[in-house]
């Protein structure tokens, strides 16, 4: 799937999103299937940043080039 699509651009798109969201006030009851929903989402895109930048060829721990 990520062969053509940035693995750590869809990341930051997902975390972008949420922030966008709660700076709207768009939020979710503490407890409902709604707001798990959302935390799972946020994780998923945080994950896929580390992710997307640990996995890179050109970098060396996500960070150094050599």
């Not at 693995?7 to 299937?33: H, K, P, Q, R, W």
């Not at 929903?37 to 998923?44: K, W």
């Amino acid at each position: 799937m990520f062969n053509s699509v940035s693995m750590t651009g869809t990341g930051i798109a997902i975390t972008l999103i949420e922030y966008a969201l709660s700076a709207m006030n768009v939020t979710f009851d503490a407890g409902s299937v709604s707001a798990a929903v959302n935390g799972l989402i946020s994780f998923v895109g945080l994950l896929l940043v580390v992710w997307g930048q640990i996995r890179r060829k050109d970098l060396t721990f996500g960070m150094f080039r050599y």
